[in-house]
T-cell receptor, first 115, second 114 residues
Framework: GDSVTQTEGLVTLTEGLPVMLNCTYQ??????LFWYVQHLNEAPKLLLK?????KRPEHQGFHATLHKSSSSFHLQKSSAQLSDSALYYCALSENTGANTGKLTFGHGTILRVHP | GPKVLQIPSHQIIDMGQMVTLNCDPVSNHLYFYWYKQILGQQMEFLVNFYNGKVMEKSKLFKDQFSVERPDGSYFTLKIQPTALEDSAVYFC????????????FGPGTRLTVL
């Protein structure tokens, strides 16, 4: 079955440094990939999504490139801000005719940005 | 932006009792989902629902679970009877369509079964 791996449980950074959160996946078909962000006591919200190989969506300074060759969708930002501190989920949805929209999530990565 | 509401935010019940978790999805959305997150673990898909029917359910969606959305009101998840392993945060989500469309999540209901 499908799976998503986020290798880091916690990433701690100093404000201003670059961010990279890892996401790799396994799927029988070329899936849709998503990054969701969840701030403390809030609902998870979509940060960005990608469906085409090598297209680079961007939102709030974050970007991610879908690489089918390495089955990766790493999240990056050039300069971390204090407000980026949150829980980040990578997720996939199957790209098949039988898809019903089910999301498969990774374990999540907590990003903590300090001054 | 569009918001999904979940009621209640917390629920504590005794094992064996029935519980209903309520979700108020985004008004023009047609697809509804429940996900379960046990403390310290990843969010896992339970079930999705469209046009009055369950489209897909996971192995976590036990026989004691049921979902419905009567007459466009709340989308509900009912557990009857509850078990200790049902303790978790349950997230509701909705989307205008499936697949590549964004799912909008509620803040979750924390269920504690004693």
């Amino acid at each position: 079955g499908d799976s998503v791996t986020q290798t880091e449980g916690l990433v701690t950074l100093t404000e201003g440094l670059p961010v990279m959160l890892n996401c790799t996946y396994q799927s029988t078909y070329s899936p849709f990939l998503f990054w969701y962000v969840q701030h403390l006591n809030e609902a998870p919200k979509l940060l960005l999504k990608s469906f085409t190989d090598n297209k680079r969506p961007e939102h709030q300074g974050f970007h991610a490139t879908l690489h089918k060759s390495s089955s990766s969708f790493h999240l990056q930002k050039s300069s971390a801000q204090l407000s980026d501190s949150a829980l980040y989920y990578c997720a996939l949805s199957e790209n098949t005719g039988a898809n019903t929209g089910k999301l498969t999530f990774g374990h999540g990565t907590i990003l903590r940005v300090h001054p | 932006g569009p918001k999904v509401l979940q009621i209640p935010s917390h629920q504590i019940i005794d094992m064996g009792q029935m519980v209903t978790l309520n979700c108020d999805p985004v008004s023009n959305h047609l697809y509804f989902y429940w996900y379960k997150q046990i403390l310290g673990q990843q969010m896992e898909f339970l079930v999705n629902f469209y046009n009055g029917k369950v489209m897909e359910k996971s192995k976590l969606f036990k026989d004691q679970f049921s979902v419905e959305r009567p007459d466009g009101s709340y989308f509900t998840l009912k557990i009857q009877p509850t078990a200790l392993e049902d303790s978790a945060v349950y997230f509701c989500a909705s989307s205008p369509d499936w697949g590549r469309y964004e799912q909008y999540f509620g803040p979750g209901t924390r269920l504690t079964v004693l």
